[in-house]
């Protein structure tokens, strides 16, 4: 059974560019999260969603910043406009349905921005 | 919103012994408590969930407590060895309740066990 899969694990973009980032959950989860961490900070909630509906967006910054969570395929965070303040390592979990359920990460993709 | 504290500095155990972590939080208490462990380039791996009306909850070496008078849970690894080296992460519902929520983590807590 894999595990969530996130790709790329590295993307490089100059200031100015739009960054996208992939998430596939696990097999049966309907719940994703994206997270944010930044140098010796911790993780930091973005957003959840499930299948075509943002749940809760409290935590994405207010521009440039937008998830979605198609009916087919992936969960995608988008940047766009990218500053060097985005650079930071952004993971994605996911969760099954039903309460106190555990989330599972990926391995994350570290966005640097040049 | 919860704030959620862990011991900043490393903690440096000798290998066999028992390490303990702390994780203490703010404001209201959550329906559940999680752990997490994050090696260096990966992301969180979770270990051990616990509900409010727990007080102790066990999965092979490792124990977590779960106070909600004192607003605190402990994390316990006994007969400690060098792969369990790590930051592991305390974290909670951000709305606090039993569904599914997005994590307040703490910054976590770097244990490095000696040989």
């Known amino acids: 059974n894999a595990g969530v899969m996130q790709n790329p694990r590295h993307l490089v973009r100059r200031r100015g560019q739009e960054a996208r980032l992939r998430c596939s959950p696990m097999?049966?989860?309907?719940?994703v999260y994206w997270y944010r961490q930044l140098p010796e900070e911790g993780l930091k909630f973005m957003v959840y969603?499930?299948?075509?509906?943002?749940?809760?967006e409290s935590g994405m910054p207010k521009e440039r910043f937008s998830a979605e969570f198609p009916k087919e395929g992936p969960s995608i965070l988008r940047i766009q406009q990218v500053v060097r303040g985005d650079s930071a390592a952004y993971f994605c979990?996911?969760?099954?349905?039903?309460?106190?359920?555990?989330?599972?990460f990926g391995d994350g993709t570290r966005l640097s921005i040049l | 919103s919860q704030k959620i504290e862990q011991n900043s500095e490393a903690l440096n155990i000798q290998e066999g012994k028992t390490a303990t972590l702390t994780c203490n939080y703010t404001?209201?208490?959550?329906?559940?408590l999680q752990w997490y462990r994050q090696d260096p380039g990966r992301g969180p791996v979770f270990l051990l969930l616990?509900?409010?009306?727990?007080k102790e909850k066990r999965k092979e070496r490792l124990k977590v407590t779960f106070d909600t008078t004192l607003k605190q849970s402990l994390f316990h690894i006994t007969a400690s060895q060098p792969a369990d080296s790590a930051t592991y992460l305390c974290?909670?519902?951000?709305?606090?309740?039993?569904?599914?929520?997005?994590?307040?983590f703490g910054k976590g807590t770097h244990l490095i066990i000696q040989p």
């Open positions: 979990a996911s969760s099954p349905t039903g309460p106190y359920q555990p989330q599972h």
């Open positions: 097999k049966g989860h309907s719940h």
């Open positions: 969603l499930q299948k075509e509906n943002i749940i809760d």
């Open positions: 404001n209201y208490s959550p329906a559940y």
């Open positions: 616990i509900r409010e009306n727990e």
């Open positions: 974290a909670l519902p951000s709305s606090g309740g039993g569904g599914a929520d997005g994590l307040t």
